[in-house]
T-cell receptor, first 109, second 114 residues
């Protein structure tokens, strides 16, 4: 079965801390997405990766295709980063996205 | 450039009724996918439309259906609503159908079935 595993499920950090969220998947993919969901529901696409590393502001996403693993890093975390972060993959053999269970991040001031 | 627009944002329906949700993709995007999000099951794929044709369907009963119009706007319909259909329904639009195309999500429609 094609699976996407995210860890941790919940993460509480102090403002300014460096944060890492991990995502592992089971078989080959054509792309991996990192998404952010705030209370209220709307989802924002943060990154789409098929190899290497991408950076946007304080956010960095990396992917290791051989190890089938991706990480999302947040540097100098801020309370406004509090949200659910979701990893989603598009398998090589399918068109639709398959989602991880999400990581609830809370950054305390 | 306007983002993905979903209407309505909130809906309350009674068991047995039917409901229609709407999704207007980003201008120029021809692929629209629908997802259901529940606390128990997380985000699950419902179906994908491209050029007015359903291209892919998730593991949901036939009560869930959809369509896409020539302007790429999409609707999904759920008939004979059940309490378990209460969820956040999200749509996402993409420019192409290729695997490494970015998906842009709407704000979702929160459906409550009572």
């Amino acid at each position: 079965k094609n699976e996407v595993e995210q860890s941790p499920q919940n993460l509480t950090a102090q403002e300014g801390e460096f944060i890492t969220i991990n995502c592992s998947y089971s078989v080959g993919i054509s792309a991996l997405h990192w998404l952010q969901q705030h209370p209220g529901g709307g989802i924002v696409s943060l990154f789409m990766l098929s190899s290497g590393k991408k950076k946007h502001g304080r956010l960095i996403a990396t992917i290791n295709i051989q190890e089938k693993h991706s990480s999302l890093h947040i540097t100098a975390s801020h309370p406004r980063d509090s949200a659910v972060y979701i990893c989603a993959v598009r398998w090589s053999s399918a068109r639709q996205l398959t989602f991880g269970s999400g990581t609830q991040l809370t950054v305390l001031p | 450039k306007a983002g993905v627009t979903q209407t309505p944002r909130y809906l309350i329906k009674t068991r047995g009724q039917q409901v229609t949700l709407s999704c207007s993709p980003i201008s120029g995007h021809r692929s629209v996918s629908w997802y259901q999000q529940t606390p128990g099951q997380g985000l699950q794929f419902l179906f994908e439309y491209f050029s007015e044709t359903q291209r892919n369907k998730g593991n949901f009963p036939g009560r869930f259906s959809g369509r896409q119009f020539s302007n790429s706007r999409s609707e999904m319909n759920v008939s004979t609503l059940e309490l378990g259909d209460s969820a956040l329904y999200l749509c996402a639009s993409s420019l192409f159908r290729t695997g490494n195309t970015e998906a842009f999500f709407g704000q979702g429609t929160r459906l409550t079935v009572v």
